[in-house]
Nanobody
Framework: QVQLVESGGGLVQAGGSLRLSCAAS????????MGWFRQPPGKEREFVAA????????LYANSVKGRFTISRDSAENTVYLQMNSLKPEDTAVYYC???????????????????WGQGTQVTVSS
């Protein structure tokens, strides 16, 4: 069993920054992919970024590339999403997720991920 707890969401003005954290517990994560997804109001859940727990492979959605950075702290079992130059269209509930079966690949469909956090709201005002 894997438990994921997000934190760090909030209200920020356009152009500002936030850092989301995802604290993971329950199992070892060395072979997992950790992802961030978001669900804007009235829209479907979408991929934001992912990172292999071992190694440094990362993947970003085109909409956040160059503005968001995903990272992980193995000692703290925590994954981060640093979000800079935020835009109103980044407003969404952000979810942390774990893919425990991807092997060496990073997948973007949310259905590939089998453990999810409860989500944290990010609101960007214009």
């Amino acid at each position: 069993q894997v438990q994921l707890v997000e934190s760090g969401g909030g209200l920020v003005q356009a152009g500002g920054s936030l850092r989301l954290s995802c604290a993971a517990s329950g199992r070892t994560f060395s072979s997992y992919t950790m992802g961030w997804f978001r669900q804007p109001p009235g829209k479907e859940r979408e991929f934001v970024a992912a990172i292999r727990w071992s190694g440094s492979n990362t993947l970003y959605a085109n909409s956040v590339k160059g503005r968001f950075t995903i990272s992980r702290d193995s000692a703290e079992n925590t994954v981060y999403l640093q979000m800079n130059s935020l835009k109103p269209e980044d407003t969404a509930v952000y979810y942390c997720a774990a893919d425990t079966s991807s092997g060496v690949f990073i997948y973007t469909p949310w259905s590939q991920y089998d453990y999810w956090g409860q989500g944290t709201q990010v609101t960007v005002s214009s």
